[in-house]
């Protein structure tokens, strides 16, 4: 009796929050779908025109070019230097260590507006010409703390035995990270990656400060947003989200497939 | 100090040593871990150095496989200074308490580990991997199983087996057997020095219990804050501890303070009457002492029974040790132990007053 009420009561609850977190982006893509050019509800016609123009835009080509460079680049970066990071942040004791695990989390904490535009203070102070590769740079201040963290969480469960028994069997220091180190922190190192990806993808504040001429996915849409909107905005916000969904799923599914491997 | 057995002066029978320790400390600070060890391990011995936690017999064991280096004291090998030459580059392998098997790999990739490191081709890699997992009784359909889906036991057959691939010439094992159920730790305890007199290899072996060292060991060696206060056989050891320490890390043991009475025959402090006792080790003259007597050495005396050494008590309790039975009896406000065999009838009077007894050459007479 108890039980049945429980189970309803969670039921009920993760079907409201479901409801809520994906209301407006289901309304987002029913706005892309709309055939007139202006935002509004009920819809009249439903079209595909928009989207085809979205994809047909030689300038949307450009922009989503430059957040997947700007996307992957920041992960490649983040990734190593967070993997490095975590092994001082978690694993080995060294003087200044209690220090550097605040330090490095310190930027978190900063509001990204801020943090955008000191940096665009300082490019311009040291003269160097801001593009979508200072934004890299910008990118990874605030994402290499969030990497670090996640791929820390993985060094925590790790027992420093297993590098000192590859040692001990003969490894040098390379072969220990080849072999023990680099193989077990790879979940870590994978779930690090999706959320340098993601996080860079959809930056605003950042990106708006530190892109200079160049534009991103999320600077666009706010530009069109402001000024000149068409259901494009809705199409490659939707577009956008899609993608980083489907990156998501096949991430899920490939780290899915590597447990079932070690399992067997 | 270092005490060596009487046996031990190099007479031409004993292999040389293999490992020498001189003048060893280790310092983490103002804490000292490893307090001056001298310690000669002969090649294809079995060494058991056992100590309560916190003796330093880990940090003594992390210096010889070269994890650690000592602050003071050289360590060689075959003669040769290897204090600082690093755990890949000795010929010795160490298995952790906790195995430190990978978890990312399976049982025959974890035992052909140190081979593939020494470009051992795959082939020869497997058919290795698999001899060696007959030596240790691991099935042959476990070469492809996950080493996490192993039971207790079978993950200390691995273990041992990848650190029989690297081939080392001393073996050490930091009490991997800690995490193991009695009955099956009695099983690998036995195979495991099978093992070592198939293989030939020298064993060092550390653990905080005695038992294990006595079933395994050609000598042990015990540890006490950063010393070894005494090394020897497992025989010496049992038979002729050099102090209160040692004897009661045995076992459980009984203890009486004596002291010299004005005739020079020994009084008992904490019980009434003198007692006749052997004299002490190394023919010292002492004012005070401590009388130990093991358990199994205290007798309850029948009637017409008599013992060098006598006391009155009342039996309290008493515990089944499985073939023996502990009797636990109250001698004023001592608590004694008796063990005697099961089936044994007690010789208690109706109000389980009994008369404890034991010969002085039953009893160590050990300083205070």
Known sequence: MGHKRTNAAIWTWTLFVLVAIYLPIVCGALASFNKSRYFGFPIKTYSTEWWQKTLDSIEIGMIVKTSISIALLVTVFSVVIATFGALAFARYEWKGRKLYQKLILLPIFFPQPVLGLAMLLGFNAVGIQTSWMTAVFAHMIWIVPVVTLVIAIQVYGFDPSLEEAAYDLGCSRTQVFREVTLPLLWPGIWSGMLFAFLLSWSNFPLSLYTTGADSTIPEWLYAKMVAGYTPMVPALGTMATLGAACLLLAGGLIGILLRRRAAA | ?368
Not at chain 2, 175 to 189: F, R
Not at chain 2, 240 to 264: H, I, M, Q, S
Not at chain 2, 333 to 353: F, I, N, Q, T, Y
């Open chain 2, 1 to 368: 100090m270092l005490q060596t057995s009487p046996a031990a002066p190099q007479s031409a029978e004993l292999p040389k040593p293999i490992l020498q320790l001189v003048g060893i400390r280790k310092t983490f600070g103002a804490f000292t871990a490893v307090d001056t060890i001298d310690l000669d391990v002969r090649e294809g011995e079995f060494l058991t150095i056992v100590g309560p936690s916190g003796s330093g017999k880990t940090t003594l064991l992390r210096m010889l496989a070269g994890m650690d280096t000592p602050s003071e004291g050289n360590i060689t090998l075959h003669g040769q200074l290897i204090n600082d030459v690093p755990p890949n580059k000795r010929p010795t392998c160490l298995v952790f308490q906790s195995l430190a098997l990978f978890p990312h790999k399976s049982v025959g990739e974890n035992i052909a580990f140190p081979l593939k490191v020494k470009g051992v081709d795959a082939a020869a890699r497997k058919a290795r991997a698999l001899e060696l997992m007959r030596v240790v009784r691991l099935p042959e359909n476990y070469f492809d199983k996950n080493v996490m889906k192993c039971s207790g036991g079978e993950r200390q057959r691995v273990a041992l087996a990848r650190a029989l691939a690297y081939d080392p010439e001393v073996l050490f094992f930091d009490e991997p057997l800690s995490a193991i159920d009695y009955k099956l730790k009695k099983t690998l305890e036995k195979e495991l020095k099978d093992l070592h007199r198939e293989t030939g290899k020298t064993f060092i072996y550390i653990t905080h219990s005695l038992e294990e060292a006595m079933v395994m060991s050609d000598r042990i060696g015990v540890m006490r804050a950063g010393r070894i206060v005494q090394i020897g056989t497992p025989e010496e050891i049992y038979g002729a501890p050099v102090d209160r320490f040692v004897c009661e890390f045995v076992g459980e043991v009984n203890t009486l303070k004596v002291k010299r009475g004005p005739d020079g025959a020994w009084q008992g402090v904490d019980v009434p009457g003198s007692f006749t006792l052997a004299p002490p080790r190394d023919g010292k003259t002492l004012d005070e002492a401590f009388v130990v007597v093991r358990p199994e050495f205290m007798r309850i005396l029948g009637p017409g029974e008599s013992a060098d050494n006598q006391l009155e008590g009342v039996v309290y309790n008493e515990y089944s040790l499985g073939s023996r039975i502990q009797y636990q009896v109250r001698v004023g406000a001592k608590v004694m132990l008796v063990e005697l065999s099961r089936g044994r009838p007690l010789p208690a009077s109706a109000d389980r007053k009994v008369t404890l007894g034991w010969d002085a050459a039953d009893a160590f007479t050990l300083e205070s």
